[in-house]
């Protein structure tokens, strides 16, 4: 993809001066602002209408860019260096210079650390000498936005600019995985589970329960097109609209297929898209079919269940 330097510089002001901008990245648009500014993140807060005990996630261009901020360890270096940057979001602890805003972390002593893949988001952090605190572009428990037309339905004229970036290639959010103990994946995402093991060598619980904050981004109500959806579903109702991992038989006006022949790569790419067209055509439920539950699946899955509790 070009970069448009001439976006980029808009957005490198905007930040400089505290403002929040929306940003491309390879999972889901993120809501950007500086990371080290009290009033920027609180900035990021009140737009998201999120919880305030709900930290938020730090970007960086490198690790050489973290040290500062946080400590890590082996399982991280040997994590980075396959994975990142990519969709791989790390819990580390915060070192006590930090200058991170205590607003971001909620005051907790870790941090999310995430070194986004997108190249204008790399671009960006490039050119400022702060990282970025950015939390998925969409109105807290809704569907991510993966365009930056999605983030302007949710935020329309509030959020100062959306620095263009095409359409998210992955379009689920990154896993999240705890390294400061044994390591433990907090959240389902774009990488999948059995890469992680392959690097570490070894089986990694998945603790994604719904007990606190260390459950991260996994309030009850999440990921929600704001209708009720049904879960592994064969048979639709009359007035729903039907999501079937492949395309199946005729095409039918309320039937959404996430992939043409059931590729999870594809389908995830497709997921978050294709639940915010169902609820502008005014489906008032949705049906899904099943879908496999392996790779990336696991993922679409989670994020299914989820907005099924709505
Ligand atoms: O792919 C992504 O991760 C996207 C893009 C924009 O980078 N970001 C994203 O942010 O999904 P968000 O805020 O929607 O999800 C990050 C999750 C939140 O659920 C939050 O609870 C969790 O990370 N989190 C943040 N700081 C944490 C911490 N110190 N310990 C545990 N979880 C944390
Ligand atoms: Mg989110």
């Known amino acids: 993809m070009k970069i448009n330097l001439t976006n980029i510089k808009k957005s490198e002001k905007l930040l400089n001066i505290g403002e929040c901008v929306a940003i491309p990245t390879e999972t889901v648009y993120g809501l950007a602002g500086n990371a080290y500014s009290n009033s920027a993140c609180k900035k990021i807060f009140k737009l998201k209408k999120r919880p305030k005990n709900n930290p938020l996630i730090v970007h960086y261009y490198n690790k050489k860019n973290l040290k500062q901020d946080c400590s890590y360890n082996r399982s991280f270096l040997k994590l980075y260096k396959k994975f990142c940057p990519g969709p791989i979001t790390f819990i580390l602890d915060l070192k006590k210079g930090s200058k991170i805003s205590k607003i971001a972390t909620n005051k907790l002593n870790t941090l999310a650390v995430r070194f986004p893949k997108h190249p204008v988001a790399r671009c960006l952090l490039k050119k400022l000498n702060f990282p970025l605190a950015a939390p998925s572009a969409n109105l807290s428990s809704r569907v991510s936005s993966v365009s930056s ?27 999240i995985i705890d390294l400061r103990d044994k390591p433990s994946i907090l959240r389902l995402g774009g990488l999948k589970i059995s890469e992680i093991q392959k690097v570490l060598n070894k089986k990694i619980k998945i603790s994604n329960t719904n007990s606190n904050i260390l459950s991260p981004g996994q309030f009850k109500i999440h990921y929600s097109p704001g209708i009720p959806v049904r879960l592994n579903i064969k048979k639709m109702k009359k007035e729903e609209a039907y999501i079937s991992i492949k395309r199946e038989g005729k095409d039918k006006p ?14 995830a790419k497709n997921l978050y898209s294709t ?35 709505f």
Not at 151 to 160: L, M, N, P, Q, Y
Not at 166 to 172: A, F, M, N, P, Q
Not at 254 to 267: P, V
């Open 149 to 175: 037309s999605d983030v302007k339905e949710d935020f329309g004229k509030k959020i100062k600019y959306v620095l263009e970036g095409g359409r998210s290639t992955i379009g689920l959010e990154s896993t």
């Open 254 to 267: 309320n039937c959404f297929f996430l992939s043409k022949n059931g590729n999870l790569n594809e389908a």
């Open 275 to 309: 639940l915010r067209k169902i609820k502008k055509k005014n489906y008032k439920s949705i049906a899904v079919g099943k879908i496999p539950n392996k790779g990336l699946g696991k993922t679409i899955n989670d994020r299914l269940m989820r907005a099924s509790k």
